[in-house]
Every structure is written in structure tokens, then in C-alpha cells.
């Protein structure tokens, strides 16, 4: 069976650093991109990037290019979602998920709620 | 960036009621097209993929069509388990963006 199961909920004040993860079990981590999804409060989603975990090419929106960085660690199949310095604006529930190849997002992680506030 | 849009932002309907929501992309996209389905406080869940596929398990009564631009997800009679927020999604050059979502609820 197919699961990601994603790191637990964070309370953090601005400007502190902070990666959550997303472990892949159930089929061949190394052959699937696995992607980050922002989800705000009330809001839509909004694709953030994605990895292949295999050789770690790693794509950004726009969006997000620069505010955030995705990185993978195949041996533990596990992706992760690092800031450097959060911002109240990031809070957010954070999703990961699995690109299937259709470039859908076929299996998704529980969603990691990220609150910031001082 | 490829923009999509969604029609209606939200809507009422009644149980066995048929619904259709409309995706529109700001440039082609051939089939690369995949609707979503959102319960409040839950991941979203694939319904369609390549615009008109059914995912696995996912009830015959959800089907998609579309190419280009121009894409339709519809239900054709609504259950109350339906009652949702649905999202489009394109893939393109390895960017990915989704609408802006439709809500469905109760009339």
C-alpha cells in the first residue's frame, strides 16, 4: 500500500528555521517525483515544487523560488520542505504528494499544519 | 506560468442533481488536466487524471472531458458525499498549477 506519511504539526515564532518531512513506503520512492502543496487557511492550493528523489532534480514555482528549498534523502526515502526564516505569512497546512505519470498527484501525505506566530 | 481558471467559484445543488464545473487554462494544454476533490480538514483526493480518465475506485458518476483549454468536470448525479470543494490541476514543462477551486454545497 501506498503512504506518505508527513512530519507533525509546528509551532514557531519568525525567524526561525524549520524542515518537515514526507516518508514515502510502499513502492519505489527513487521513481516517482514527490511534490509540496501550500494550503492557507481558508485558501486554495498552490503547488510549491517538486523532487525526484532518484537524482534530486528539483523544480520551484515561481512562486516559491528562493522562499523555501526541497531536498530528498533516498536511503531513509524521505523528502523534506526546509525555511530558513519563517514568516508569520507562512502559515499554512502543508501538503506532500506523489506525482504519478501522468503528472497528477495520485497519493498525498496527512498535511503538516506549520504555525507561526510570535 | 500557465493560469487556470474555474467556473463557478461555488454553487448549490440537490442530492441526484447533475453539476458540471468548467476549467479554463490561459493556454493549451492538451490533456494534461487532473480534477481533485477536498473535504474540509482532508487531503485532496484525485478524482480524473488526463482530463477524462477515472482515477481507481473513484464512482462512475465523476467524469471529466476537455482538451486545450477548455475542460469540464461533472457529476452526473450529486450524493451527499459530494459535497466538496473541487480543484483543476495542469502540468506543464515541470510546473504544475492548480485553480482556484469550485465549492459545492447544500442547497
Known amino acids: 500500500e501506498v503512504q506518505l506519511v508527513q512530519s507533525g504539526a509546528e509551532v514557531k515564532k519568525p525567524g526561525e528555521s524549520l524542515k518537515i518531512s514526507c516518508k514515502g513506503s510502499?513502492?519505489?520512492?527513487?521513481?516517482?517525483?514527490i511534490g509540496w502543496v501550500r494550503q492557507m487557511p481558508g485558501k486554495g492550493l498552490e503547488w510549491m515544487g517538486i523532487i525526484y528523489p532518484g537524482d534530486s532534480d528539483t523544480r520551484y514555482s515561481p512562486s516559491f523560488q528562493g522562499q523555501v528549498t526541497i531536498s530528498a534523502d533516498k536511503s531513509i526515502s524521505t523528502a523534506y520542505l526546509q525555511w530558513s526564516s519563517l514568516k508569520a505569512s507562512d502559515t499554512a497546512m502543508y501538503y506532500c504528494?506523489?506525482?504519478?505519470?501522468?503528472?497528477?498527484?495520485?497519493?498525498w501525505g496527512q498535511g503538516t499544519l506549520v504555525t507561526v506566530s510570535s | 506560468a500557465i493560469q487556470l481558471t474555474q467556473s463557478p467559484s461555488s454553487l448549490s445543488a440537490s442530492v441526484g442533481d447533475r453539476v458540471t464545473i468548467t476549467c479554463r487554462a490561459s493556454q493549451g494544454i492538451s490533456s494534461a488536466l487532473a480534477w481533485y476533490q477536498q473535504k474540509p480538514g482532508k487531503a485532496p483526493k484525485l478524482l480524473i487524471y488526463d482530463a477524462s480518465s477515472l482515477e481507481s475506485g473513484v464512482p462512475s458518476r465523476f467524469s471529466g472531458s476537455g482538451s486545450g483549454t477548455d475542460f469540464t468536470l461533472t457529476i452526473s448525479s450529486l450524493q451527499p458525499e459530494d459535497f466538496a470543494t473541487y480543484y483543476c490541476q495542469q502540468f506543464n514543462n515541470y510546473l504544475f498549477t492548480f485553480g482556484p477551486g469550485t465549492k459545492v454545497d447544500i442547497k
Open positions: 510502499g513502492y519505489s520512492f527513487t521513481s516517482y517525483w
Open positions: 504528494a506523489r506525482a504519478s505519470g501522468s503528472y497528477d498527484f495520485d497519493y
